[in-house]
């Protein structure tokens, strides 16, 4: 059932409710073939009592959990977004807070390390903010306005020692060197200059 | 030599890369024939100052290889060691064959998604922000200046040049252009230019080098006396 | 089947690799009955061909679509994910997947050669994680989701030989292995959870 298999994957990637339009333009089959599939599929889920359900709402198909599990879910969530940060999440909030608006590649290369799920909790908390730059379609971090307001301050401007920490040149040193070896690694065979 | 090694490639790539041009299994045999290709190729090519030790290492061992080939009744106690040089490089062989069929996995480009991220998808209510409650701004400043301090490059090692050392094969040349100017000199004169230790043992090794050739004779006429070489070669 | 239903809406909800543990407090029952609904759970999807699969790695769990559909999802998703990595680069990857977790030392000598700069290359791609060992102070390497993710595979075990290479005796002869109880930095650092 390659049709319903397709169907599967994009519900579940795209976390917004998809149409059957848009599932047949992109999996190239006909709409009928798509309200047909989708509808099988949205039985079988619900007939086995599974964790996900697909449903069907006017043309739109949606993959959601189960409502049977919304307490668990909210025990989830309350787990993910209270208590204090660990060192390497507070590391990375400090890093955007002295040097943003920062993009990924630079929070990347300062820590050593992929920033991916700590970024990523760092927003569900609501502690900082992603923005991107329309012209260039670079995204940046930094911290939420809420979370300057919970620390007392008006400005990142303010936190303490900022000018002289903001403004330490190890940080672009390192960014700076780092760049030069890490081309040439990609670079296959050349030999490194340095 | 028609070898290239990609940058981060070591000196068992080399290794594996000189037997498989001959189509050779790895035997202590076929270490034994590539050990003079391999030197040639370390002496020819540009190899980074820090990787250098690890090939000269092989070098040594490929050579201790190559004698023990050829004067099989020397060397018994190295045993072990060559061994292991062999069976390392079995091993590095499997892992290149490993990564050759990982390439063609990924080639498939087979990738699998995770769902992306969305805040509100998660969040029925969006607006919600929950901060540590204890964290203050000190505390921020903290662990920014412990990063800076961590990320401050180590001081630098102070650098030391390895001089130049003149090779048998110059000092042997030396010597020839001294003696074509005169019938005999000494020993002492050779070393003129130089109190190093390596120069006057790199020069006493030409000299007696260059008396097994018979280009020279050695005369010496007291112990611990002047050495005087004398030319042996007519006069045309 | 309420357990697997669980597992599946969190696996779902989180959309990020979650730990037999953390699974375990949530639905409170014992690390064992997780690990082993987890893994019947992505026998199933795996069985069924889904468009979902559930994938394995170390004592973790991920939902992600499957790798059928990959070519689809990189559209919808307008990806441009490539697979290229550097032959050095592709070949130490391949030893932390074959003999992961492993120590830089061990790996420096299988291809005996520095991999410094390779290994932090593939830990800012997340390709790798290094986990530490908190009595002794070593660290260790070894292949993250993201590594299986980008192979299409629900589990090293599953990679070429996997049993022949990872348990090669005459690298435990030479090198000396010995595999401890080994921490990573998100398990340490967590203080809320502890």
Known sequence: MPLKSKIESLLFISAKPMSIKQLADLIKVSEEDIKKAGEELAEQYQQNKNGIQVIKNASKFQMVSASDNAKLIQEFLQDETSGELSRPSLETLTIIAYRGPISKIDLDRIRGVNCSLILRNLLLRGLIELKSDKQTDDSFYSVSFDFLRFLGLNDVKELPEFAKLSEDNSIDKMLGTDEEKIISEEDTGEVNKN | ?236
């Open chain 2, 1 to 236: 030599m028609n070898i290239k090694l990609e940058q981060f490639e070591g000196p068992l790539g080399l290794m594996l890369k000189l037997i498989e041009k001959e189509e050779m299994d790895i035997t202590q045999i076929s270490l034994a024939k590539i050990a003079d290709e391999y030197v040639e190729y370390i002496r020819a090519n540009v190899i980074q100052p820090e990787e250098m030790a690890d090939f000269l290492v092989v070098a040594a061992k490929l050579l201790l290889i190559k004698s023990k080939a050829l004067l099989p009744y020397l060397y018994p106690e190295e045993e072990a060691e060559m061994e292991e040089l062999e069976q390392r490089l079995k091993m590095y062989k499997e892992f290149i064959e490993a990564t050759k069929r990982i390439e063609k996995i990924l080639d498939k480009k087979k990738f699998m998604f995770p769902r992306e991220f969305n805040r509100k998808a998660m969040i029925a209510n969006a607006n919600s922000f929950t901060p540590p409650k204890t964290l203050k701004t000190e505390d921020m400043c903290m662990v920014f200046k412990d990063l800076l301090t961590r990320l401050r490059p180590a001081e630098k090692l102070a650098e030391k040049r390895l001089e130049k050392k003149i090779s048998i094969e110059e000092k042997i040349f030396t010597i020839k252009e001294m003696i074509l100017k005169r019938i005999k000199f000494s020993f002492n004169q050779l070393l003129e230019n130089t109190s190093n230790k390596t120069d006057i043992i790199v020069s006493f090794l030409a000299t007696l080098e260059l008396m097994r050739q018979r280009e020279v004779r050695l005369e010496q006429e007291d112990l611990f006396g002047e050495i005087w070489i004398h030319s042996l070669r007519i006069k045309e």
